[in-house]
């Protein structure tokens, strides 16, 4: 099985800046493409940021300029600067197409989720 473990998360002030960690740990041969998605209150869960095992990275509009993604093999990470409080939410790490060792097939997998709230 595969695990994604978050860290990073917590308050800030608005204009500050977090960093965002989500580690992949399993069986793992390889993983297409890593991001970070979010959840305010309300039912939809919205796209922040993913980048592939390539390197190519693709934005939410809302976030452009101001997010960073990044990863290591498997471990994924977001820089958080400008933050404002409409980016409060539970932001949550997905591992996409994931193929374990031996495996015939590919799957997603998701964290946990991590808190950020932007307030003053």
């Known amino acids: 099985q595969v695990q994604l473990v978050e860290s990073g998360g917590g308050l800030v002030q608005p204009g500050g800046s977090l960093r965002l960690s989500c580690a992949a740990s399993?069986?793992?041969?390889?993983?297409?493409?890593m991001g970070w998605y979010r959840q305010a209150p309300g039912p939809q869960r919205e796209l922040v940021a993913a980048?592939?095992?390539?390197?190519n990275t693709n934005y939410a509009d809302s976030v452009k300029g101001r997010f960073t993604i990044s990863r290591d093999k498997n471990t994924v990470y977001l820089q958080m600067n400008g933050l404002k409080p409409e980016d409060t939410a539970v932001y949550y790490c997905?591992?996409?197409?994931?193929?374990?060792?031996?495996?015939?097939?590919?799957?997603?997998?998701w964290g946990k989720g991590t808190l950020v709230t932007v307030s003053s």
């Open positions: 980048i592939t095992s390539g390197g």
């Open positions: 399993g069986s793992i041969f390889s993983i297409n493409a």
């Open positions: 997905n591992a996409a197409r994931v193929r374990l060792f031996g495996g015939a097939y590919d799957s997603d997998y």
